[in-house]
């Protein structure tokens, strides 16, 4: 039994590491990565943590318990993400995004009810370790983002899951000025706009956790509040560093959640250490935008080209979206069928047709209203019924702000899993 518990957090510990890092076998190959269909790494071991939490199930035989309403709605929107299957045309693309979701599913509830200490000798999952590696991971892909701008070149490599970015390549994201085209950070994932994201919650979770440390009383824990204030400013750069609009106004929404709490729910040593570190961030953006002001008022501003166009091709994605959605209004056109629909009914002309950048809208043309529905429910109860962290409430506002101007949380592999990491963590 207690080593069934060590190997599912010790896998569900290396799945949260491995988790940003997009080393993949392709299976089916496309012309774009909404349509390939690929087993990653990160894949493998999650599925080796159900398993091994499985196996623990059914030796601890868990009496059964009233379920939070939160599985009623998930419920639903699993059963929809099942219906849509036969309103797909590529039935085999809706049937990997049917796995993704189980797989989301059942991370969830790992992390939120399935390893809870009431129904155990002890806790199987630390999430404060679990929080520890993921900021760890994210530390990584800051890193790399950093050295992405600085150097303004990326490099390839397949066992790390890491592409080839060149700025002077038609689809490369950019930044175009009188000084040239400037490449964006990407870390190791598939857009600027993603690797903003992920730091958003590496951010606030960092924040939570450099403010709410009261008592420090061994040298191991200052090297451990030095690291992690280290972590903190090499994401904050990077986050700069994507130039992702949507990420800096997540950010920036959840920081003003997050300060709402602290200053309603903690005392007065933990308020002044967040003023302090709110200051420092203040002074550390400050010195980092003097340099780069031109980058950040092009993407604040949005009226040279690129900027144009791409805010043109969000308003037409808008048009797509609705005239889709009026004619497949219930079950949809299919779970990951988004882009495909696209191409078959030739709607979109742009060369890289992408979904929507909206996730609400992009889930609500692909599984249809009722699924949509259950997902605004399930937020509801969650935020509701959820746990009293007071970094719960900012992260769910970001993600919220996020997917409002993104698609990758329900278009890409990566996106549904860590969409469920962060509501299980909270």
Known sequence: MKFLRLLTEGLLLLFIFLLPWQTKLIIFAANNNFNEVSLYGSHLVLGLALLSFFVLQIIKRREEEKSPKIWYFLGI????????????????????????????LALFYILREGLSPAF?????????????IFLTSTFLQASLGIYQFFTQSTFANKYLGLANHDP?????????TASGRWLRAYGGLDHPNILGGVLVFSLLLSVSLLAGKKII??????????????????????????????????FFSGLVILSITIFRKEDKWVKNRFLALLLFSLVFLALVFVPYKDLALTRVKAETRLETISITER????????????????????????????????????????????????????????????????????????????????????LLVLMLFEHWFFSLPFGILFFFFILGII
Do not use: M
């Open 77 to 104: 929107v699993e059963i929809c993400f099942f219906i849509s299957f036969f309103f797909a045309s590529d039935k085999i693309l809706a049937t990997y995004h049917f796995i993704l979701l189980i797989l989301g």
């Open 120 to 132: 155990y000798a002890e806790n199987i999952f630390n999430r404060k370790r679990a929080i520890y």
């Open 168 to 176: 002077q390549v038609l689809g490369t994201a950019v930044i175009e």
């Open 217 to 250: 009383n061994s040298r191991i824990q200052i090297y451990g509040l030095l690291l992690l204030f280290v972590n903190y400013f090499v994401s904050l750069l990077a986050l700069f560093f994507t130039f992702s609009r949507a990420s800096w106004l997540a």
């Open 315 to 398: 308003q037409e994605q808008l048009k797509e979206v609705t005239s889709i959605i009026k004619k497949n209004p219930i079950f949809g056109i299919g779970a990951g069928n988004y882009v495909t629909y696209l191409e078959k009914e030739e709607i979109n002309v742009n060369p890289y047709p992408q979904p929507v950048h909206n996730s609400f809208l992009l889930f609500l043309a692909e599984t249809g209203f009722i699924s949509f529905f259950a997902l605004l429910f399930f937020f509801f109860f969650l935020l509701r019924d959820g746990r009293r962290e007071n970094f719960s409430f900012a992260l769910v506002v970001s």
